[in-house]
């Protein structure tokens, strides 16, 4: 595979888990954007910034 098509790949895998992310957190808001469920939009912002943290140390850092 080459640099490019691997890069591509990987951005279109973390634009998807951004989405998925989002869709989470809409969840947990109510219809004027406010955070109604505390518990679960913490747990779903920990998991995406685990999840960035991730993607930084593999494929940033090296």
């Known amino acids: 595979m ?3 098509a691997y890069r591509r790949a990987t951005f279109a895998a973390h634009a998807a888990h951004r ?3 989002e869709s ?3 969840v947990t ?3 004027h954007g406010r955070t109604v469920h505390h518990d679960l939009a913490a ?3 920990a998991h995406r910034d685990q999840a ?3 993607a ?3 494929y940033l850092l090296p």
């Open 29 to 31: 808001r109510d219809r």
């Open 43 to 45: 747990i779903t912002l």
């Open 2 to 4: 080459s640099e490019l």
């Open 52 to 54: 960035a943290l991730q």
């Open 56 to 58: 930084y140390a593999t």
């Open 19 to 21: 989405r998925e992310s």
């Open 24 to 26: 989470a957190l809409d």
